[in-house]
């Protein structure tokens, strides 16, 4: 919802040798009410979207990225 992707990093050994890892983001499958629509929604959606969800409300934020509500 919020577009986020996973991060590249690098896992250091206690030797400083690095090799390569992808942190992943932190999803969440959450059935979140909408209220326009009368009903839940299952979502697999980040946790920072929650917050956006808590701060705006999932109708907002849900047309602020052109996400159609009544496909979930």
Same mark, same amino acid.
């Given at each position: @919802? !919020?577009?986020?992707?996973?991060?590249?990093?690098?896992?250091?050994?206690?030797?400083?040798? %690095? !090799? =390569?890892? *992808?942190?992943?983001?932190?999803?969440?499958?959450? %059935?979140?009410?909408?209220?326009?629509?009368? %009903?839940?929604? =299952? @979502? %697999? $959606?980040? #946790?920072? #979207? *929650?917050?956006? $969800?808590?701060? =705006?409300? *999932?109708?907002?934020? #849900? =047309?602020?990225?052109? $996400?159609? *509500?009544?496909?979930?």
């Amino acid at each position: @919802m !919020t577009g986020k992707k996973r991060n590249n990093g690098y896992k250091v050994s206690f030797s400083n040798h %690095r !090799t =390569k890892k *992808l942190q992943q983001v932190n999803l969440q499958h959450k %059935r979140l009410w909408w209220e326009e629509g009368k %009903r839940f929604v =299952k @979502m %697999r $959606i980040s #946790a920072k #979207a *929650l917050k956006t $969800i808590d701060r =705006k409300g *999932l109708q907002q934020v #849900a =047309k602020d990225n052109g $996400i159609d *509500l009544n496909k979930f």
